[in-house]
């Protein structure tokens, strides 16, 4: 009967080893093709494909949807593989807006100490319950706000200006904190919004303001670091969890790999960055008095704690971090 060989078929599909069937996977990634993220993914699938039987076909400059979109998809294993950015993962999985807390970690070494030990573990279990595996964490310096009416030294500054933000509420928060005007968007529309000023600014590191061209139609850079943003190599928990022991290690050691690779291109791409913008002109300011920044943030964490009582001690661990 029919019924009875599809069901004896898919009896032995579960009952072979997984590392013994080649498996196609997708991956997504919003960065162009020479982006330190690029590379180290293509590097990612590539060692994957020699060590596994898994296939990794990676789509890089976010051919395959917005970053809200492609969460979504990598938690229902439409797609198995993402590299994302955590500010956009808050409003699916709410512990980890715990780092998309404006000024929450010192420095990018505090980052990378807080992530590499205990807290980044709470991290990993929410999203892994929440169908993403992060395994390995990428360089995504700080952001910085820029726009294309004058430079922000102070949150007197920012008033009144309308600041693209990555989809998330809390961003929202923080802009309004300073008397800006938040507009949150997709990562691709931003280029359009400032040239025709449906935008006047917008916030990141300096290679994706770089390389998205943002500094063509939005001149002022002006060093805030208000945000620390880890970045995560992630795979579908059900993809993940139909692996074998042998082929997770494999799969890991790639991302760790991969991870390496990341942060080193990282460094060297922070200064080209900044050189090319400069040289083409973009007004760098540093922000003198941060501080002027962060005691607005007050409300910001009130509100967060108010909603999310069960996260203040995340806060505090990483605050405890040395
Ligand atoms: C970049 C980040 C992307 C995306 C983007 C944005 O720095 O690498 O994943 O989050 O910022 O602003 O949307």
């Given at each position: 009967m029919k019924f009875t060989s599809l069901m004896s078929a898919a009896a032995l599909a579960v009952s072979l080893p997984v590392s013994l069937q080649a498996q196609d996977w997708r991956g997504w990634n919003i960065h162009p093709e020479g982006y330190p993220n690029t590379v180290a993914l293509d590097q990612f699938a590539k060692e994957v494909g020699e060590t596994t039987d898994i296939d990794i076909q990676m789509f890089h400059g976010g051919v395959l949807g917005s970053q809200p979109d492609a969460i979504e998809q990598v938690r229902n294993a439409a797609l198995q593989v993402g590299q994302f950015n955590l500010g956009p993962m808050g409003p699916i999985i709410p512990t980890t807006n715990v780092v998309s807390l404006p000024f929450i970690f010192n420095d990018v070494?505090?980052?990378?100490?807080?992530?590499?030990?205990?807290?980044?573990?709470?991290?990993?279990?929410?999203?892994?319950a929440e169908g993403i595996v992060p395994l390995a964490w990428y360089d995504s310096g700080s952001r910085s706000f820029y726009n294309s009416e004058r430079p922000i030294k102070t949150p007197a500054d920012v008033q009144g200006l309308k600041v693209r933000v990555m989809n998330n509420d809390l961003f929202v928060n923080m802009i309004a904190q300073l008397g800006g005007n938040a507009t949150p968007m997709a990562f691709g529309e931003v280029y359009q919004s400032l040239k025709t000023g449906v935008i006047d600014g917008a916030e990141n590191n300096y290679p994706s303001y770089e390389s998205t061209g943002h500094f063509e139609v939005a001149g002022f850079y002006s060093i805030s670091e208000h945000l620390i943003i880890p970045e995560c190599l992630c795979v579908a928990t059900a993809a993940w969890e139909a692996l074998d022991a042998d082929t997770q290690a494999a799969v890991r050691t790639a991302a760790r790999n991969s991870a390496e690779t990341q942060?080193?291109?990282?460094?060297?791409?922070?200064?080209?960055?900044?050189?090319?913008?400069?040289?083409?002109?973009?007004?760098?300011?540093?922000?003198?008095?941060?501080?002027?920044?962060?005691?607005?943030?007050?409300?910001?964490?009130?509100?967060?704690?108010?909603?999310?009582?069960?996260?203040?001690?995340?806060?505090?661990?990483?605050?405890?971090?040395?």
């Open positions: 070494p505090h980052m990378y100490r807080a992530m590499d030990g205990d807290v980044g573990k709470v991290f990993e279990a929410a999203m892994a942060r080193e291109l990282w460094a060297a791409r922070e200064a080209e960055s900044r050189a090319k913008v400069e040289a083409a002109g973009v007004k760098v300011n540093s922000v003198e008095d941060k501080a002027a920044f962060q005691d607005l943030m007050g409300p910001v964490y009130d509100d967060f704690i108010a909603a999310n009582p069960d996260l203040a001690p995340v806060i505090e661990a990483i605050r405890s971090t040395n």
